[in-house]
């Protein structure tokens, strides 16, 4: 064994000796939970519903935090920071402390961490040397040392405890085959990442990089940052991430348990309004006029035009006595309600108040001509009378109706004399485009319009704002009872006042944060994180802004990669209507994912159907050019199964075929006509196989050790924006890229030599 390999073994059973210490104390604080959970779980004092509330929201509490250490207990630590001061910091996924509070691993969340991430030769920030632990499960199996204090090297090299050894941490993690699943990339995050995960703007943050870059990654890192950081502000509103396909979000549901964050709202734009789950997708021309922003004041007037003046006036007979309801009634009744500026159906009520008095005037004065005595007292009485009479019932409806979102909606698109009245004039020559039958499906597209009408409708808010007040002082009572009984409850200071509080409120409504939060249209939650966020139309951005007051978001996309025909051009265009100043933009400008071999061949196709990509350059060189092969029109599904096979005998890792949504059943029947190969998922959903066959659409967002294009020309003339598709399609890859074409190729592709 020569001096390398002596020191290499010295300094891996150095870490190995700390690591195993953290395992231990992680060890023992399972233990320490999983009994206090053993113990409330088998209390038997729970004979009263508070002493129920206490004993189930403890447990949830302790099922909470076992969770947590669990998700970490097989990769606690992943590196080491030898300071200045000659003080030496672990930084791992959670803080851990002895039972002295003796720090033992800092949160790499934490403000003593940010150095790991953001130290460089140039700008040490106090930081002597920086050490990757690479660990398998919980053992050590390899050490990378950042030099930067130069002053660790000796005249004759490094100094004895110091290792420069192996391929690196981030090469290592780039180059693993893929599981399906997303990880984390708290062990290697780079410090332009690290600026955005540790950002302190307070609007819109936009993190616009090209394929590969880590931009999702970064994204959930920085929710995982903000909930440690601004816990007490964020517990109680929640986390709402924005992600294209349910796929996709199966892709990424790891990553923030295993950074020790649960709890948050995950959706995709077709579940984000309550009641609704739909995957359709309108076709290109809907789709423009639906996310175009002027849907809003078609809609606005959509609801206004179901406010009406009746074209004559009412007659009307109360108990005998004929009165008349004249057009004016109902015309300064209608003023009046517009005039509070309460959404439709909450208006409606002050619409039928004022009726109702304008008639009870009128009732008093038929009254008094009879002979009848009306006294003051007796107006509460005639008023319900009139209130209860099916006949101004009838009127009142027939002038100002309540709806449903969905029955509104559903009525305004079946009539086209509607929407042509409503339409503003840039939409008028399109708006034929929206009609449709009543039990026409919802769309993807049709829920942020939804959405819009569902806020032009409203309802009464005086239940809401009593259940708020009620909300309120049941918390102040939640805590102080909190307190009480944490003092005869031992828990070695881990849990607090207001975690049990908030835990009862919970317990006592029987729905998490996040089921609550997802069942409520209205709920407002403190940070809204969007991915793939260039897909959406400006309607669309509307209802998402809704979700967060405080317009505190992370956004991440590519405008190069845009394949809805509504989708973003500009993120500044897009976002500055609603945050003016408070919007940042960051690009990332290094891609870690597609080697430089593909990602060449995929920037000169996107350049030469002018997409405006965003110059990156790749960490790897990658072994092999993308293979391109053309076949005659009759066998290319058959080839592009083959060249599938033969793949999966590499034992590559796992394999996307991407095609036109229109090639893709054809695809998978051939495909699971090969003996030698697994099940064949489809579509988005296919990110559980090895191999799965999916649009480009699909794609989005995740990533495989190989893939196979078949007939790049059909996805660039799928739809308007086709080259968005194909340069996903080419940019999924962290291996292999294969093209199985019998058309002529795009522009921009260089075929086989």
């Known amino acids: 064994?020569?001096?390398?390999?002596?020191?290499?073994?010295?300094?891996?059973?150095?870490?190995?000796?700390?690591?195993?210490?953290?395992?231990?104390?992680?060890?023992?604080?399972?233990?320490?939970?999983?009994?206090?959970?053993?113990?409330?779980?088998?209390?038997?004092?729970?004979?009263?519903?508070?002493?129920?509330?206490?004993?189930d929201s403890f447990v949830a509490l302790y099922e909470d935090r076992l969770s947590l250490l669990r998700s970490v207990s097989r990769s606690v630590v992943f590196g080491r920071l030898d300071t200045d001061d000659g003080e030496r910091h672990y930084i791992g996924r959670i803080?851990?402390?002895?039972?002295?509070?003796?720090?033992?691993l800092v949160d790499w969340r934490a403000p003593a961490a940010a150095a790991f991430y953001q130290a460089t030769s140039a700008d040490r920030l106090g930081v002597r040397l920086r050490r990757h632990l690479i660990g398998r499960g919980r053992t050590i199996v390899g050490l990378e040392d950042d030099v930067l204090d130069q002053s660790l090297l000796d005249a004759d090299g490094l100094q004895e405890d110091v290792v420069l050894h192996g391929e690196g941490a981030l090469l290592a993690a780039v180059s693993t085959q893929r599981t399906g699943r997303m990880g984390d990339i708290v062990a290697t995050i780079q410090a332009e990442q690290d600026r955005i995960i540790r950002s302190e703007h307070r609007g819109v943050l936009v993190v616009q990089g090209g394929p590969g870059t880590g931009k999702t990654a970064v994204a959930l890192h920085r929710a995982a940052y903000l909930l440690y950081t601004h816990r007490r502000r964020l517990e109680h509103t929640g986390v709402l991430i924005m992600a294209p396909t349910r796929g996709f979000l199966r892709y990424i549901e790891r990553?923030?348990?295993?950074?020790?964050?649960?709890?948050?709202?995950?959706?995709?734009?077709?579940?984000?309004?309550?009641?609704?789950?739909?995957?359709?997708?309108?076709?290109?021309?809907?789709?423009?006029?639906?996310?175009?922003?002027?849907?809003?004041?078609?809609?606005?007037?959509?609801?206004?035009?179901?406010?009406?003046?009746?074209?004559?006036?009412?007659?009307?007979?109360i108990d005998g006595t004929e009165l008349t309801l004249t057009r004016d009634d109902v015309r300064a009744a209608r003023r009046e309600a517009r005039a509070s500026h309460r959404p439709h159906n909450a208006a409606r009520t002050v619409f039928a108040r004022s009726v109702l008095e304008r008639l009870a005037d009128r009732y008093e004065e038929a009254l008094r001509r009879a002979g009848r005595t009306v006294l003051p007292e007796d107006r509460p009485d005639?008023?319900?009378?009139?209130?209860?009479e099916p006949s101004v019932r009838r009127a009142v409806n027939l002038a100002w109706l309540p709806y449903t979102p969905q029955q509104f909606l559903r009525i305004l698109f079946a009539h086209p004399e509607r929407l042509r009245a409503a339409a503003p004039r840039s939409l008028a020559p399109h708006v034929h485009l929206l009609v449709r039958q009543k039990d026409a499906p919802w769309t993807v597209e049709d829920v942020p319009l939804l959405d819009e009408v569902a806020e032009?409708?409203?309802?009464?808010?005086?239940?809401?704002?009593?259940?708020?007040?009620?909300?309120?002082?049941?918390?102040?009572?939640?805590?102080?009872?909190?307190?009480?009984?944490?003092?005869?409850?031992?828990t070695s200071g881990m849990v607090r006042a207001e975690d049990l509080a908030a835990q009862v409120a919970r317990v006592r409504d029987g729905r998490s944060l996040a089921e609550r939060a997802a069942a409520e249209r209205t709920w407002t939650y403190g940070h809204v994180v969007v991915d793939e966020a260039q897909e959406h139309s400006a309607m669309m951005w509307r209802s998402l802004m809704r979700r967060c007051p405080t317009k505190s978001f992370t956004v991440v996309g590519d405008v190069a990669q845009t394949s809805s025909a509504a989708g973003t051009h500009s993120w500044e265009q897009a976002l500055s209507p609603y945050v003016e100043d408070r919007l940042e933009v960051f690009q990332l400008t290094v891609n870690y994912r597609t080697p430089r071999r593909i990602m060449d061949a995929a920037l000169s196709t996107a350049r030469s159907h002018d997409l405006p990509v965003t110059d990156v350059s790749s960490v790897r060189e990658g072994s092999e050019d993308p293979l391109i092969e053309r076949v005659g029109a009759a066998d290319l599904n058959a080839r592009a199964a083959q060249a599938t096979a033969a793949l999966y005998t590499r034992a590559i890792g796992r394999i996307?075929?991407?095609?036109?949504?229109?090639?893709?059943?054809?695809?998978?029947?051939?495909?699971?006509?090969?003996?030698?190969?697994?099940h064949v998922g489809s579509g988005s959903d296919g990110v559980d196989d090895e191999i799965a066959v999916m649009s480009a659409q699909d794609a989005k967002g995740l990533e495989f050790d190989a893939v196979v294009v078949v007939e790049p020309s059909e996805l660039l003339v799928g739809h308007d924006r086709g080259a968005g598709d194909l340069f996903v399609a080419m940019t999924r890859s962290t291996q292999h890229l294969g093209i199985v074409h019998s058309a002529p190729l795009p522009a921009g592709i260089s075929p086989a030599r």
Do not use: C, W
């Not at 259940?467 to 944490?486: I, K, N, Q």
């Open 656 to 678: 996307a075929v991407i095609s036109a949504p229109d090639r893709i059943a054809a695809l998978i029947d051939t495909l699971r006509t090969v003996p030698s190969l697994p």
């Open 456 to 490: 032009l409708l409203g309802h009464d808010d005086a239940p809401d704002e009593a259940l708020a007040r009620d909300a309120r002082a049941a918390r102040e009572r939640d805590v102080d009872y909190a307190r009480a009984v944490l003092e005869n409850v031992d």
């Open 255 to 317: 990553v923030l348990p295993s950074l020790g964050e649960s709890g948050v709202v995950m959706l995709t734009p077709g579940d984000l309004m309550p009641g609704i789950e739909t995957t359709l997708r309108d076709d290109d021309a809907i789709a423009r006029v639906k996310g175009d922003v002027a849907m809003a004041e078609l809609l606005s007037r959509a609801v206004k035009q179901r406010q009406i003046v009746p074209e004559r006036d009412v007659r009307l007979r």
């Open 382 to 388: 005639l008023l319900s009378d009139l209130r209860h």
């Open 1 to 55: 064994m020569d001096e390398n390999d002596e020191r290499l073994a010295r300094e891996l059973a150095r870490e190995q000796a700390y690591a195993d210490l953290l395992y231990t104390r992680l060890d023992e604080l399972t233990g320490q939970v999983e009994r206090n959970l053993d113990q409330m779980q088998a209390s038997q004092h729970a004979s009263t519903h508070q002493n129920r509330s206490e004993r």
């Open 95 to 104: 803080g851990l402390f002895t039972p002295d509070r003796e720090q033992l």
